[in-house]
C-alpha cells in the first residue's frame, strides 16, 4: 500500500467505531448494570413520591369534610341546648319546668 491509500483508510475510519468494539462492551458490563439499576431506582421513586402525593391530597379532602361535618353538628348541639329547645323537646314527655324553689333535703346527724 501506498501512503495514500493508508492516509486514506485512516480518514475513513470512525474514531467512535474503536470505542464500541465487543471487549469494552463486555468489560463495562458491570457499569451498565449499575447505570441500569440506578434508572429503575430514580424511576421507582417518583411514582413513590406521585402515590403519596395523592394520598395526601385525598386525605386533605377528607379532613376538610370532617371538619365542616364537626361544624355542622356542632352548632346543632349548640341550637339544641338552649333552654327554649330543650322545653319543647321535653312536653311530648309531660315534663315542665318548675315554678317553685327546690327544697334542700338535710340529713340527720348521728
Known amino acids: 500500500m501506498t501512503e495514500e491509500t493508508k492516509e486514506k483508510t485512516v480518514k475513513n475510519r470512525n474514531p467512535l467505531k474503536g470505542l464500541f468494539n465487543y471487549q469494552w462492551i463486555v468489560k463495562n458490563i458491570p ?3 449499575f447505570l441500569s439499576a440506578l434508572t429503575v431506582a430514580y424511576i421507582a421513586n417518583g411514582h ?5 402525593i ?4 385525598a386525605t ?3 379532613l376538610k369534610d370532617l371538619q365542616y361535618e364537626y361544624k355542622t353538628l356542632k352548632s346543632e348541639v349548640m ?3 338552649q333552654e ?3 322545653v319543647k323537646a321535653a312536653e311530648p314527655l309531660g315534663l315542665k319546668v318548675s315554678k317553685e ?5 338535710q340529713s340527720e346527724k348521728r
Open 101 to 105: 324553689m327546690p327544697q334542700r333535703l
Open 60 to 62: 386533605t379532602i377528607e
Open 79 to 81: 341550637f339544641r341546648s
Open 48 to 52: 413513590r413520591a406521585d402515590r403519596t
Open 84 to 86: 327554649g329547645q330543650i
Open 31 to 33: 457499569f451498565f448494570l
Open 54 to 57: 395523592r394520598r395526601i391530597n
